[in-house]
C-alpha cells in the first residue's frame, strides 16, 4: 500500500476521497505558511515576532478594504497602493488580543518598527504608510509571496481543490 489507498481514491491523478484531499490540502497549506515564515524569516533578521506586529498592522489597515464591496470598487479605481487616509489605525492593545502575545512584547516590537522607520502613530493607533508598502523592500516581498500563494493554489488545483466554490460553508468562513 502506497500514500493512497483503499478503493479509487486516486482518479486521474486528483484525490477523490474528500478527507484525504483536506488533509493533503492542509498540509501543502502548512508548508506555504513556513515558506512564508522563512521569507519573512531573512527580510526582518529573524525577529519573527516584530514581523507578524508589522503583518497585523497591515491586515488591520486595509483587510477591510477586501471584504467591504465599497471599499473593493474603490481600491480598483487606485493605481498601485491604498492611500493612507483609507487605512484604518489599530492599537497596540487589538494587536496584542489578535496575535495572542503579551502588550509588552506588542509595545516592544511597535517601538522597534517605529524606530525602523516602518510604523507610524496617528490619531486611533498605528499605520503602515503607503510610503512603506511602495518600498523596494516591500515589493520584493509582496512579490515572493504572490509566487507562494499561486504555488500553493497550483498545488491544490493538482489534488483537485476546487477553488471556485463558492458554497455557503466558503461564505460562513470568509465572513
Known amino acids: 500500500m502506497g500514500f493512497v489507498s483503499g478503493a479509487r481514491r486516486l482518479e486521474r491523478g486528483l484525490i ?16 506555504a505558511i513556513l515558506r512564508a515564515v522563512e521569507m519573512v524569516n531573512r527580510e526582518y533578521d529573524g525577529d519573527i515576532t516584530a514581523a507578524l506586529v508589522f503583518a497585523a498592522v497591515v491586515e ?3 483587510g477591510h478594504l477586501a471584504t467591504n464591496p465599497q471599499s473593493t470598487a474603490q ?9 493612507d487616509e483609507l487605512r484604518r489605525p489599530v492599537t497596540g492593545v487589538a494587536l496584542a488580543a489578535t496575535l495572542g502575545i503579551p502588550n509588552e512584547t506588542v509595545r516592544r516590537k511597535v517601538k522597534g518598527l517605529i524606530e525602523q522607520g516602518l510604523l507610524v502613530r496617528v490619531d486611533g493607533g498605528l499605520i503602515v504608510p503607503t510610503q512603506v508598502m511602495a518600498s523596494e523592500k516591500m515589493t520584493r516581498l509582496t ?4 509566487l507562494n500563494l499561486r504555488r500553493l493554489f497550483i498545488q491544490l488545483r493538482r489534488i483537485g481543490v476546487d477553488l471556485s466554490d463558492d458554497g455557503a460553508e466558503l461564505e460562513a468562513a470568509v465572513a
Open 16 to 31: 477523490v476521497d474528500s478527507e484525504l484531499r483536506e488533509r493533503v490540502a492542509v498540509r501543502m497549506a502548512i508548508g
Open 60 to 62: 488591520a489597515n486595509v
Open 75 to 83: 481600491l480598483a479605481t487606485l493605481v498601485r497602493l491604498p492611500p
Open 143 to 146: 512579490r515572493a509571496s504572490f
